[in-house]
């Protein structure tokens, strides 16, 4: 059945890319117009990727390709162009297009006093355009143009208020750190493009080659891990997780872009789209798993002792990702991971979106300075809340369905990834109730309006009481909250329909209860012990860190792992840096400064000498020929040799 | 023969360089073309000493002296006359402060 909808499906990138081009090239004269053109393009950009989600539904696993566009020849190899179709990435493009969609609305009263506005909604635009052209290209390359994309739209929205040091740093970091990883990801295509059949890139050919097993594992192994380390570097995986933490000096609707949707779900995709290569080799599997596991359990640890609103969240992306990570590496199917990937967009957006939210309002990120703000906040506290809950895996919410789907595929596999996977939620379950008692209940700290003046990441003035935001934001909150409540019932222990459409393959997970009710338990324990400790304070706060003061240091320091790269690699290369710049400067520019100025004072010897005397011009006339005597005098005895 | 020749171009060249060396460094206009003068008359010695003494002797050597002479006496004629026009306009016939071409 060929599909009506799907072959509009390059529509949908074109939109924004539309919005950017007409920011771009005008939107100062634009003004209000041109955000309102910027959302309505990423609107008709969700609704065709709902019209083809939808007819999608009809339980139809074909995909749509189309791949006509012969873009570059080498030797008698065509690269084309092209887009795909599948259920994966139907998928995808409806995450994207909504959450962008909201994040645009969110940012139209978020940004609303920045001058740079629609510099930011082009940016925006640009974003949601190369991530929706990654989630339909046809084939690797095609992908890792949009890729490259993504990297680049993080850089400009970091480093959005790039008068800030820490922006301009951040951005840099995220830029660089991603950049390791996607070098990982260009080799694994060189590689795939050298041992493919016929040098295709594109995933069906892919699929072809690799579920028949034509390619020998061992190069399979190393172009999955390949591809992974490129997973790894956007999905800030560990160890190069730590730009995403930092890429929090960006605008927050922007945190919420780059968690939810776009630059941290490519990696998880990539893995996902590429899961035939991975599915081949057992090894890298592992791999996946075991980095997934490990940056779950880590993240998680590191989020408990975080004082920044933001940080938390960042640190529980990391988190979450992981166990996307370690869905995948499971090898049953990539169902389990897409799954987590779909609900965690919605509670995540809503998580960022609800702390832009308090920020606007409280004007500070550090959560010590907060609090009480329930009262004043219903709209942002319920849906935080909400947020809050299928975060931590409480049921009915959406983050349970899909956390208990990996865990209990975890208690399948691996046992080790099982037990690292609870620790990590329960983990996540106490830092989400410490961060929702810290701000919304309990009374409103003293500092806080000591720290309404500054601290804030907001360029208009403070407000003197927190206060409601407007409903351009709080509209895209409820309707976060709403989905991060009801998503997670595509997928639940009693009703396997999502993985079944996904994958169009029928793994009939056992419904695990017992794993059900301990994630659960899990969960209510963190949040009891978060509502013991902050909010009721029956147990003491400094309960650890008083005793260990020394593992609070490590957590609250991110285990050094920053210091470790300033130590190990940053320090050298800089150093190394200074001496290039060195030579460069001394040596290289020294070459070049001594010609030119060779020349010069030859000009200025020249300049002087026509000072109009004719005694002058004498001299020189005697001299000439004197040079041209002796030349021929020379000539005429090299001659005579 | 050539011993014969050589007294006369060496007293040319010794010439010559005084005339050069005066039209190069004397600042007052008149000892200046009185230079030029020296200069021309070396050559002159050489034609003459040429035409009269060199391998081939012909008259040619003696009459372009004379043309030589005669060009002499119109440049230092016409030299003449700006240097006292110039002493009229500047006061002055250092030819150092002649560089009025200069733009």
């Known amino acids: ?641 | 023969m050539g011993t014969i020749i050589t007294p006369y171009l060496t007293l040319a060249a010794i010439l010559f360089c005084i005339g050069l060396y005066g039209a190069l460094t004397k600042k007052n206009g008149v000892i200046v073309l009185l230079s030029i003068e020296l200069m021309l008359n070396a050559v002159n010695l050489n034609l003459v000493a040429f035409s009269k003494l060199g391998d081939h002797p012909v008259l040619t050597g003696q009459i372009f002296s004379l043309f030589n002479i005669t060009v002499a006496a119109a440049e230092a004629a016409v030299g003449i006359a700006i240097l006292i026009a110039l002493y009229r306009n500047k006061g002055t016939t250092d030819v150092t402060e002649m560089d009025s071409m200069k733009r």
């Open chain 1, 1 to 641: 059945m060929v599909s009506d909808y799907s072959q509009y499906a390059w529509l949908i990138p074109l939109f924004p890319l539309l919005a950017f081009l007409a920011l771009t090239a005008m939107g100062r004269q634009m003004k209000e117009a041109g955000i309102y053109f910027s959302i309505i393009a990423m609107l008709a950009s969700f609704i065709v990727a709902l019209l083809i989600f939808v007819e999608r539904l009809g339980g139809n696993v074909e995909g749509y390709t189309w791949d006509k566009l012969d873009w570059l020849r080498v030797g008698d190899i065509t690269l084309n162009m092209g887009f795909e179709v599948t259920n994966l990435n139907s998928l995808m493009l409806v995450i994207v297009t909504l959450v962008s969609l909201l994040v645009n609305v969110y940012s139209k009263g978020y940004m609303k006093d920045d001058e740079r506005i629609h510099v930011f909604f082009s940016y925006v635009a640009l974003f949601s355009f190369s991530m929706l052209g990654l989630v339909i290209s046809e084939n690797m390359l095609e992908l890792y143009i949009f890729w490259e994309l993504v990297g680049v739209c993080s850089f400009l929205l970091v480093g959005f208020w790039y008068f800030k040091p820490e922006a301009r740093a951040a951005a840099k970091k995220a830029f660089i750190v991603t950049r390791v990883g996607d070098v990982g990801l260009f080799i694994g295509i060189l590689l795939l493009f050298w041992h493919m059949p016929g040098h295709s890139l594109d995933f069906s050919s892919i699929h072809n080659a690799f579920s028949t097993g034509k390619i020998d594992p061992s190069t399979t192994t190393w172009i999955a891990i390949l591809i992974f380390i490129g997973a790894i570097g956007k999905s800030g995986q560990f160890p190069l997780h730590t730009w995403l933490p930092d890429a929090m000096e960006g605008p927050t609707p922007i945190s919420a872009l780059i968690h939810a949707a776009t630059m941290v779900a490519a990696g998880v995709y990539l893995v996902a789209r590429t899961f035939d290569i991975f599915h081949a080799s057992s090894d890298a599997l592992l791999v996946v798993a075991y980095v997934g596991g490990f940056t779950a359990l880590f993240a998680a640890t590191i989020g408990v002792a975080q004082n920044d609103i933001k940080r938390i969240l960042a640190y529980s992306t990391v988190s979450q990702l992981g166990y996307m990570m370690m869905a995948l590496g499971m090898g049953v199917s990539y169902a389990s991971g897409m799954f987590h990937l779909f609900t965690h967009a919605f509670f995540k957006a809503l998580l960022f979106l609800g702390a832009g939210s308090v920020i606007h309002a409280v004007h500070t990120q550090d959560i010590n300075e907060m609090g009480g703000l329930s009262r004043k906040m219903k709209i942002t506290t319920w849906t935080f809340a909400i947020g809050s809950l299928a975060l931590s895996g409480i049921p009915p919410f959406s983050g349970f369905w899909s956390k208990d789907l990996i865990l209990s595929e975890a208690y399948e596999h691996n046992k080790l990834l099982f037990w690292a996977g609870l620790i990590a939620a329960f983990f996540t379950a106490f830092y989400m109730a410490r961060l929702f008692f810290l701000v919304f209940m309990g009374s409103p700290s003293k500092k806080h309006h000591a720290a309404a003046a500054d601290g804030s990441d907001h360029t208009h003035s403070a407000h003197h009481e927190p206060h409601e935001s407007p409903a351009t934001m709080t509209t895209p909150l409820v309707i976060l909250a709403v989905l991060a409540v009801v998503a997670g019932f595509v997928n639940t222990p009693m009703n396997e329909w999502f993985s079944h459409w996904l994958t169009g393959e029928d793994h009939a997970e056992p419904v695990n209860w017992f794993i059900l009710i301990l994630s659960t338990l899990t969960g209510l324990l963190g949040i009891g012990l978060g509502y013991l400790m902050y909010l009721k304070r029956s147990v003491p706060r400094d309960v650890v860190s008083g005793k260990l003061p020394g593992l609070h240091t490590l957590v609250y320091r991110k285990y050094f792992i920053d210091e470790a790269y300033d130590g190990i690699l940053v320090k050298p290369l800089r150093g190394m840096g200074y001496i290039l710049e060195l030579i460069d400067i001394y040596i290289i520019d020294g070459i070049v400064r001594l010609s030119a100025y060779a020349v010069v004072s030859l000009g200025r010897l020249g300049a002087r000498l026509q000072n109009g005397q004719l005694q002058t011009y004498g001299v020189i006339t005697i001299l000439g020929m004197l040079i041209l005597a002796l030349a021929i005098a020379g000539r005429r005895f090299i001659h005579a040799e």
